[in-house]
């Protein structure tokens, strides 16, 4: 019993021993695996990480050529807008430089038309040189003091008022026309020859048209409407009684009706052969006093507020003693 038992326990012990020895070499085969498998996956990871990272370089590198073109482009396209924005600038100062050289030529050919013109109308006058100079200068005086009523401001801009002043000189060189027996006749016409020389007006507008005609034709230059204007209508008056057409109020260009009042001014304050030079107040009062029959009451209004003015041209540009000294009166 006791061999048996013996037997039995030295059985179990072998078997156990082996049971512990299998599962020794199975954990160490288990172990084995388990790090094999373990390195296969990382490898496969690695495998996968490495191509997505080679795919996102690719991916980058490309996306950097195409921000690359991009800016270059747009690189480009500015550098066009700006070369194009330097050309129109280019362009428009030498439009500006073309313009302003035009300007100043046609300046010039109005200048030297006037001035010519002018010329050609003194040496047929029997009035001086002074009358051509004072009268252009009240012109402008009572140009600039009437663009102040709000009435002419938009009439009488700064260009116009300059050419009012430029051709204030034209005024009577219809009396080109006129035969000397009449133009030189030291002392009152007759009523006969009054009447040729109230054709100066006409031939005046006349001679004007034919050049105006003629530079419009040769060079499309139009300076010489303002002339023509005041040549022909210089000596109408407003209640429409004057010469040569008789027209009345408004229907007398603006220029006519200051041209009038400048011209008279100045035949009161000289001498003629059948009158005295009159004082500078009696003047005034007289075209005070013909305002709205002879002459234009808003030009007169003016004309009141610049009469001082009017005197120190007249005074400064007097051709005789007698005249300065009825002037300083
Ligand atoms: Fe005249
Ligand atoms: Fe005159």
């Given at each position: 019993?006791?061999?048996?038992?013996?037997?039995?326990?030295?059985?179990?012990?072998?078997?156990?021993?082996?049971?512990?020895?299998?599962?020794?070499?199975?954990?160490?085969?288990?172990?084995?695996?388990?790090?094999?498998?373990?390195?296969?996956?990382?490898?496969?990871?690695?495998?996968?990480?490495?191509?997505?990272?080679?795919?996102?370089?690719?991916?980058?590198?490309?996306?950097?050529?195409?921000?690359?073109?991009?800016?270059?482009?747009?690189?480009?396209?500015?550098?066009?807008?700006?070369?194009?924005?330097?050309?129109?600038?280019?362009?428009?100062?030498?439009?500006?430089?073309?313009?302003?050289?035009?300007?100043?030529?046609?300046?010039?050919?109005?200048?030297?038309?006037?001035?010519?013109?002018?010329?050609?109308?003194?040496?047929?006058?029997?009035?001086?040189?002074g009358h051509i100079l004072r009268t252009q200068r009240y012109v402008k005086t009572l140009a600039k003091k009437l663009a102040s009523n709000?009435?002419y401001?938009?009439?009488l801009?700064?260009?116009?008022i300059?050419?009012f002043y430029?051709?204030a000189?034209?005024?009577?060189?219809?009396?080109?026309?006129?035969?000397?027996?009449?133009?030189?006749?030291?002392?009152?016409?007759?009523?006969?020859?009054?009447?040729?020389?109230?054709?100066?007006?006409?031939?005046?507008?006349?001679?004007?048209?034919?050049?105006?005609?003629?530079?419009?034709?040769?060079?499309?230059?139009?300076?010489?409407?303002?002339?023509?204007?005041?040549?022909?209508?210089?000596?109408?008056?407003?209640?429409?009684?004057?010469?040569?057409?008789?027209?009345?109020?408004?229907?007398?260009?603006?220029?006519?009706r200051i041209m009038a009042v400048a011209d008279v001014y100045d035949a009161l304050i000289c001498k003629?052969?059948?009158?005295p030079p009159f004082t500078h107040e009696k003047a005034v009062a007289i075209i005070s006093g013909d305002a709205g029959?002879h002459f234009c009451p808003d030009v007169v209004a003016a004309f009141l507020e610049v009469r001082e003015e009017f005197r120190r041209i007249a005074l400064e540009l007097a051709d005789h003693e007698e005249e300065r000294q009825a002037l300083a009166k």
């Open positions: 019993m006791r061999i048996r038992t013996l037997l039995w326990g030295s059985y179990l012990v072998v078997v156990l021993a082996a049971l512990g020895l299998m599962a020794v070499l199975l954990k160490a085969a288990l172990e084995d695996v388990g790090e094999a498998n373990l390195q296969a996956g990382e490898e496969a990871v690695q495998g996968v990480v490495q191509a997505n990272y080679q795919i996102s370089e690719k991916v980058l590198s490309q996306l950097g050529e195409v921000v690359v073109e991009l800016k270059a482009l747009s690189l480009a396209r500015e550098l066009s807008l700006m070369l194009a924005g330097r050309e129109l600038e280019r362009q428009n100062e030498i439009l500006e430089i073309k313009v302003a050289e035009r300007t100043m030529e046609l300046a010039l050919t109005q200048d030297v038309t006037i001035h010519s013109l002018a010329s050609l109308a003194e040496t047929r006058d029997n009035e001086t040189g709000p009435k401001a938009e009439a801009d700064a260009r116009t300059q050419l430029k051709c000189p034209l005024h009577d060189i219809g009396k080109v026309g006129v035969p000397d027996a009449i133009l030189q006749k030291p002392g009152k016409l007759t009523d006969q020859e009054f009447a040729i020389m109230r054709t100066h007006c006409e031939l005046g507008y006349q001679a004007l048209l034919k050049a105006e005609q003629l530079l419009a034709a040769e060079s499309q230059l139009s300076f010489l409407s303002q002339a023509m204007d005041i040549a022909y209508t210089h000596h109408e008056k407003f209640n429409g009684t004057g010469y040569p057409r008789g027209l009345a109020g408004q229907d007398i260009p603006l220029s006519g003629r052969v059948y009158k029959t």
